[in-house]
């Protein structure tokens, strides 16, 4: 496995936090600060460091005993979990590092962090991917982030499994969430979700008040929409109490099959008239309730919503109805057997008589009827900005006159000065001079 190669999303940082949260003792809200301070590194340094370390994080019954050792490539340090040794941190660091004060704390911190998850069940030795992975991000969750950010970015050495940057994330995210430090790096997040949910988490310190208003929101949208529904049914209730009482009103006045014979020839002439005769009252009468405007605008509105759900889940420009019911004790029958047909059927369930009407709806119709509606609606829109057109342009031109007379009167004041002053000095010349001039002077 490559060193820094392994990527995981801001949604995948915290299921690993999660999993720490609920197995792990309740970190220290500070950084650990590292013993090690002049190289070479010795063993007792390196001892002292790993029981510093254990001391930290709540480990302080185990004694470390580490060493120096020659390891494969790309191996930093290794920890033995399954030493027979009980109480003691058998830890092995690649001599490599003994000039290498922080690359070789992170690869302490990292190796005493794989007993850590040992000890409290989070070790998995048959999948090394998600075993480093856990570690990695444990060493920030327990508060050595500072020391694995420095170890970790050296120029020399290329230390961790995950890709640098999920480190530096990582340690916000523990900074802002576990330890709450507020706005710490918000902007450094590349990933939008992210920076908004921080923006969010810092607005308050009332967490639970939060956290229900951040439901509330989450759900708004649907709630607002069942609310509709549940409206909708309301209101589709009350409509289908009118075609109760059209049912009530007609039923065995207008068509009964006892008026005709079995040739289909009419036994009942006078009754079978004045059905039609009721039936044209009836029909004007209902001519001025709802029924007929509500029943065009609920094709419109079937139109406009086959057309949100996406007009593939439906045939080209039709639809089927699947189910009719009786308007008088709600029985539901398929329509299978009358379907493309507008018909009288007799209720298997109650045995009465009431009409159907199972053609395919028309759904270019109506779509054509809302775009009709559409323009009807947009008509006084149009006339008001028209009026508002020729407005602005009455006011436009009203000023340009406005200015047009201002610039006139500019040009003409030099001249009508001249004329004042003219005017005055005639006025001061002797009678006979002005009799002399005559009418010149005008």
């Not at 949604?11 to 220290?28: G, M």
């Not at 470390?64 to 109480?87: E, F, Y």
């Not at 939060?210 to 069942?226: C, G, V």
Request: aromatic share 12%; glycine share 4%; hydrophobic share 35%.
């Amino acid at each position: 496995m490559a060193a820094q190669d392994i990527y995981i999303t801001p949604k995948q940082i915290l299921s690993y936090l999660k999993d720490f949260e609920e197995k792990l003792p309740t970190p220290q809200k500070d950084y650990y600060k590292s013993t090690l301070r002049s190289a070479p590194l010795t063993i007792e340094a390196l001892n002292n460091e790993v029981n510093n370390m254990a001391n930290y994080i709540g480990m302080s019954g185990f004694t470390a005993n580490c060493k120096w050792a020659k390891l494969p490539p790309g191996v930093g340090g290794q920890i033995k979990l399954d030493s027979s040794r009980c109480g003691l941190l058998d830890i092995e660091v690649n001599e490599e590092y003994k000039n290498e004060i922080e690359v070789t704390a992170a690869t302490l911190a990292h190796e005493l962090c794989h007993k850590f998850l040992q000890l409290h069940g989070l070790y998995f030795p048959k999948f090394t991917e998600i075993n480093e992975t856990y570690t990695d991000l444990c060493t920030i969750y327990v508060g050595f982030g500072e020391v694995i950010i420095k170890g970790y970015s050296t120029e020399k050495w290329k230390s961790g499994y995950l890709q640098f940057p999920i480190y530096k994330r990582t340690n916000n995210l523990v900074r802002m969430i576990i330890w709450g430090e507020p706005n710490n790096a918000i902007s450094e997040q590349t990933e939008p979700y992210l920076e908004e949910a921080l923006k969010v988490w810092v607005s308050t310190n009332e967490k639970r008040q939060l956290s229900r208003r951040e439901y509330k929101n989450t759900y708004n949208e649907f709630s607002d929409y069942q609310r509709s529904i549940e409206i909708f049914r309301q209101l589709l209730f009350m409509l289908e109490e009118e075609p109760l009482k059209l049912a009530d009103e007609i039923d065995g006045k207008m068509y009964n099959p006892e008026w005709f014979n079995e040739d289909g020839s009419l036994k009942k002439k006078v009754k079978c008239f004045e059905g039609i005769y009721e039936g044209i009252i009836i029909r004007e009468r209902y001519n001025d309730t709802p029924i007929k405007k509500v029943n065009k605008f609920l094709k419109q509105v079937i139109a406009l919503m086959v057309d949100t759900i996406g007009r593939n889940r439906f045939t080209e420009n039709r639809i089927n109805r699947l189910y009719f019911e009786c308007p008088y004790c709600k029985h539901r029958a398929l329509t299978s057997k009358i379907a493309n047909s507008h018909t009288i059927v007799k209720c298997p369930n109650c045995k009465k008589r009431f009409a159907v009407n199972c053609e395919e709806f028309d759904l270019l119709s109506a779509r054509n009827d809302l775009d009709a509606f559409k323009t009807e609606l947009m008509i006084p829109i149009r006339r008001e900005f028209e009026k508002s057109k020729e407005k602005d342009r009455s006011d436009a031109f009203m000023r340009g006159m406005r200015h047009g007379k201002e610039l006139k009167a500019k040009e003409l004041d030099p001249t009508i000065k001249k004329y004042e002053g003219l005017k005055q000095k005639i006025e001061k010349l002797p009678k006979w001079l002005k009799w002399l001039i005559g009418d010149r002077l005008k």
